[in-house]
């Protein structure tokens, strides 16, 4: 599968992407059609592994930060099991986990520059015994906190672990104003989906991403379907 990339724009994964992000971006600047607290702040997961939830949050921030008014942040939170880094080549780092358990580490000494100017990432950092504890701290929220209003222009995309599999993504799910679900077509039951969309019931807006669906677009890549709601999630 293909990523986003600046330089090819009209791409037929970049103009999907250009579809998945519109609304997201409408909440995370308050020109939405309902206020949304926090839509700045936008966690991709999926019910089980392997759904592609890391693929579309690394696509997903890639394209945001082409915008022109918009700095972006990718937040590898997949702690247990963190790709972002892997998946662009490089190697494990310090990152959100050492700013919450190392007082010595602030936010600064550990953010990534990029070859797109306006895409910063923060990876996962070191493995915690207590990564869901850690996740759900009072550390936490201030740290999201110096994250989100440091930079007025600044939206935050968090690659989390699966639903289904860890606590720590319901943890990290309380602080979120937006969160996208991946779902895997054809692999993926009802039932996780439910159980995975009630776990994150109390997220202002939810969106579902129907990921590698079977027919491929005009470019070779894998569609995506998507549903877009406000306190409910539609049905993916």
Known sequence: MGMVTPDHPRSSIAEEYRVIKRPLLKNASGSGSTPVKDGNL??????????????????????????????????????????????LGLQPQRGLMDVLTNSDTSLPDVLLRTNIEKLSILPAGN???????????????????????????????????????????????????????????????????????????????KMSLLNKCSTHGPGGY????YGYGYGAENDA
């Open 222 to 225: 894998y569609g995506y379907g």
């Open 42 to 87: 936008i966690m991709v997961t999926s019910a089980l592994p392997g759904e592609g939830k890391s693929f579309t949050a690394l696509n997903l921030a890639i394209s945001m930060a082409m915008e022109l008014d918009h700095t972006v942040l990718l937040v590898d939170a997949d702690v247990s099991k963190p790709s972002v880094l892997r998946t």
């Open 127 to 205: 493995t915690h015994q207590r990564a869901t504890e850690v996740l759900a701290s009072e550390g936490m929220m201030r740290l999201l906190d110096e994250m989100a209003t440091r930079y007025a222009d600044r939206i935050i995309v968090f690659d989390s672990p699966p639903l289904l599999v860890t606590t720590e993504a319901r943890a990290l799910a309380t602080h979120m104003g937006q969160i996208v679900l991946v779902v895997e077509a054809e692999r993926t039951t009802h039932s996780a989906v439910k159980q995975a969309v009630q776990m994150i019931e109390a997220c202002p807006v």
